[in-house]
């Protein structure tokens, strides 16, 4: 059936053979066999970013911080990272969360998530995340809250996702950071994100992205989004994320560099000592536990 012309979701769609097949069909899920072989997830090091005396930030491990890496970064590279980010209100409901990928390895390496953090401060974290990962670009969402945090990121002259577009005078070209979020473009973002799912040798490390794109459907009028009662915040973050990958040229390793794992610093600090450290940086103990 797939040689004559239907793909495997349309095949599970009309022929199930499994009670789960047959559950995803009747939901509309999205995603669908793109999540077949995304089943073995990874426990990164979780902490937080805090600026030290040298303005650079410092990853502080601790097992309430709203940053989780797989991956360190990695020096001597140009354009090697980029990042998506969902960007919620910061009242406890909707999370706002960023993923971070190693475009010459096509992996997840980071992924940071909260709800908490205000969309405001969500653009300094970004920053600092973008720091982090080489000046790595942040493709942002921009819808609501979002628009808060691209402009917070453009006073910080954060690399930026630009689209452009015709103007509306005639010869005028339009420059808008960000990516506006229809139902429309909704279905561009996340066909992509279907692509790469399907694509990549390997399973993503973030059970949560998994766990979320199984939920992810398209109801019977043809809306995509999250099951009731369920979140897609880290399907739109990976979505973007995809999307500010393709948005750069090729990553090149920079001449008389040599490339080298984990050269970022990371301070193993007691927890006696985190207050201490979030009060140098100005920060809220409470506003990374998620």
Known sequence: MVDSGMDWD??????????????????GSFFGKALEKHIYYKEGDKGYLI???TGNPTFYLDRHGMLEVWEQPQTGWKGKYAIGSDVGEGLGQ??????????TEGRLVARMRTNRVDAHQWGDHLNDLSQFYGGALVCCERNGSGI????????????????????????MIQREFG??????SKYELCGDLKAWLTNTPESVPCGVLADECSTFIRNETGRLGAENGKNDDCVIAAA???????????????????QEMGAMTIEYIAQQDLSEALKAAQMDENAWDW
């Open 179 to 184: 990516w506006a979020t229809t139902q429309s």
């Open 51 to 53: 600026r030290g005396e």
């Open 94 to 103: 909707d999370s706002s969360v960023a993923y971070v990928i190693d475009r």
């Open 240 to 258: 973007l994320t995809i999307q500010a990958d393709k948005f750069m040229q090729e990553a090149k390793a920079e001449s008389g560099v040599t």
């Open 148 to 171: 808060t945090t691209i402009k917070r990121l453009e006073e910080l002259n954060a690399p930026q996702y630009v689209r452009i577009s015709a103007g509306k005078t005639a010869g």
């Open 10 to 27: 349309s095949v599970i769609e009309h022929y199930p053979e499994t009670e789960q097949e047959a559950i995803m069909s009747a939901m």
